[in-house]
């Protein structure tokens, strides 16, 4: 078909340049977006006399029918079209004839797709903010179910004090939070309009740009009209998010993975997310865990594809930045997907909770609770560490907790040992007597579960 641009051209593009060229066959995930956009740009002109009210709503009407068409299945976008725009354009063409022309009074391809890019992103923020406060809620509920089920803590990946689920979970409950504030931020920067910045000169007809901004819901136009069509930061920027979204999701796989195994039992993976062996019966593998940890590196390429594409381009529009779409919807894709799956595997995940405290026990995460209370009888740290490091190795000898130990054989080691002890020790103590803000004592969760609640209240979507 005759592209929208060849009256400049005397003979065709080479096929082989063509297809190489055209984005129609990822750009057509715009048809909405570019739809809109149109209908916006349209209603603005014809506020500023610059078609007729019969012109805007013969092409508005006209509009609305290809989209219909395409949802409904009865108009294809086919790869006979370079872009998404040519696409729109020329079905509108056809259906209206010179009425249809019009559409392209004062607008280029440029800010076009830079428009069409944006109303896309905003709404990847959206979905991809709503499945986090998803999560969050998950993470929520298990925090409220196990504020008394003790665990291990771990440093170096070894046991290292005692916890809590709820605490453990607190944690990733923090990350995700963090994640939402991200998209909300960069929602805040990106929600700017950059339809009438032309082809990087504004134009001459008498846009109203603030209008155009208001009906499609952005705070209001971009300011610089290069800036408007070469800008890219926000996509750089979600993806930067996505990854960190993504690093979360992995770190949290990683465990889901070892409390998995046969050495630890922390948790039971429900049945539709778990796969087995096609050799070894015995076996029901963390399936979702470990691709959502292996995706992560999938979406680590495409900011960095995205940004190597970005670095060397000078203003304003450069044929590269068509680049900036194929990974960078993958990688939203991916992102999403993995947010999904996460949470309804943590959602139906089973927690052994007398699993957890008997490796927190045998784990002497106690033992920094037992050198304190040396101390606070009168013994110098560094006497005491050694102390409880000397109990320790017995321990471990004879395959026993500290608190298995009999007062006798305690005093063995330090005469300063009495009966109150096994109270200054207990997995209970250890935890609750923790109360400073961001501690796993039970009054010091409730009190982060109650602030917890109240953030998903008051952050319930973004914008």
Known sequence: MAQLWGGRFTKETDKL???????????????????????AHVAMLFQQ?????????????????????????????????????????ANLIDRLGDAGKKLHTGRSRNDQVALDMRLYTRDEIKETDDLLKKLLETLLDIMEKHTDTVMPGFTHLQKAQPITLAHHMGAYFEMF??????????????NYCPLGSGALAGTTYPLDREYTAKLLGFYGPTQN????????????????????????????????II???????????????????????????PDIAEL??????RVYGALIS????MKGIPLAYNKDMQEDKELTFDAMDTAKGCLALFEGMLASMKFNRDAMRKSASLGFTNATDAADYLVNHGVPFRD?????????????????AIEDMSLWELKQFSDVFEEDIYNAISMETCVNKRLTIGAPGKEAMERAILEARKYLQENPVIG
Not at 384 to 400: D, M, N, P
């Open 49 to 89: 006399g610059i078609l007729t009210r019969e012109e805007q709503a013969q092409i508005t009407e006209a509009l609305d029918a290809i989209l219909e068409d395409v949802e409904s299945g009865k108009l294809e976008i086919t790869d006979e079209y370079e872009d998404i725009h040519s696409f729109v354009e």
């Open 259 to 285: 409390w998995n195994s046969n050495e630890y039992q922390f948790v039971e993976i429900d049945d539709a997310y778990s796969t087995g062996s096609s050799i070894m019966p015995q076996k029901k593998n």
């Open 225 to 256: 009209s290069m800036d408007g069509v070469s800008d890219r930061d926000y996509l750089i920027e979600f993806l930067s998010a996505l990854c960190t979204v993504m690093m979360h999701l992995s770190r949290f796989s990683e465990e889901v």
């Open 384 to 400: 005491a560490h050694g102390v409880i490091g000397q109990i320790v190795l017995s321990c471990i000898e004879k395959g026993i």
């Open 177 to 190: 939070k963090r994640d939402r504030q991200r998209l909300s931020d960069i929602y805040k920067r990106m």
């Open 17 to 39: 340049v063509y297809r190489f060229n055209a984005s129609i066959s990822f750009d057509r995930k715009f048809y909405r977006q570019d739809i809109a956009g149109s209908k």
């Open 292 to 297: 959502v940890r292996g995706k992560t590196g």
């Open 306 to 309: 995205l940004l190597t594409t």
